[in-house]
Structures are given as C-alpha cells and as structure tokens.
C-alpha cells in the first residue's frame, strides 16, 4: 500500500520483519513509520536548511552607531500627564 501523506516523499520506506521503519532522505536516519514522527524528524532534521529569521536592528560595529537618533530619543521619551482637576 502506498503512503498517503506528502511527507513521505522525504522518506524511503523500509520494512523489516514485522517492524516498518522510515529513512530519512537527507540525513539518513531512521524514524518511525508513523507520520507524526516523521513531521518531527522533519522539523528537527539537521540536514535541512532552515530558513533565517530577520533581526529587529542589524549589528552595529560601535556604541555610538547604537545610540539612537535624536527624533528617536524625543519620541522615546515618557510623557507626564497632569490630572488634577482644572474646573475646581
């Protein structure tokens, strides 16, 4: 019978006796036939290229790079709120 779901095309197939077991395409190894662990290897698998999350600030190479602007420092700053009552 022929597997169902898309992740196997990252698998080969392999039956040993009554145990059936998974290999992973890209690094080889062994994983249980069950496609709940094939997803997991998946994620988890080394020999895949995970992609790169962006940074919020690239790196800089000096303290005086990382200081901010001086708009950004105004727009940074707390503001205090009066809140006594003006109509008393």
């Given at each position: 019978m022929k597997p169902r779901d898309a992740i196997w095309n990252?698998?080969?197939?392999?039956?040993?006796?009554?145990?059936?077991?998974?290999?992973?395409?890209?690094?080889?190894?062994?994983?249980?036939?069950k496609?709940?662990?094939?997803?997991?290897?998946r994620?988890?698998?080394p020999a895949?290229?995970?992609?790169?999350t962006a940074t919020k600030r690239p790196a800089v190479d000096s303290i005086e790079e990382s200081q901010p602007s001086e708009q950004e420092?105004?727009?940074s700053q707390p503001t205090t709120v009066n809140h006594s009552n003006q109509y008393s």
């Open positions: 990252f698998y080969n197939l392999v039956e040993e006796g009554k145990n059936t077991k998974a290999v992973c395409k890209e690094c080889n190894t062994e994983v249980s036939a496609v709940i662990r094939l997803r997991s290897h994620f988890k698998c895949v290229c995970k992609p790169q420092a105004i727009i």
